[in-house]
């Protein structure tokens, strides 16, 4: 089995799919898990509103950052 990236599709498409994975889980623990655990412990709900804004923040920005120069 060659396991080039360049020569193989199916491992092409399964390392990109690990990434993808990879990437969204750390998002999607904050859209979830974060608030589900923050309002069960009785959080109010500015208090978990506010702490997702702050971890939302960088990707608010990324525009600015990637914009042409």
Avoid: H
Wanted: with cysteine.
């Amino acid at each position: 089995m060659n396991l080039v990236l360049s020569e193989n599709r199916l491992l092409r498409i399964g390392s990109m799919t690990i990434f993808y994975i990879a990437q969204g889980l750390p998002i999607s623990l904050f859209l979830y898990a974060i608030n589900a655990w923050l309002a069960d412990n009785g959080q109010s709900a500015g208090a978990v509103a506010a702490i997702i804004a702050t971890v939302y923040m960088p990707w608010s920005f990324k525009c600015f950052a990637a914009a042409p120069r």
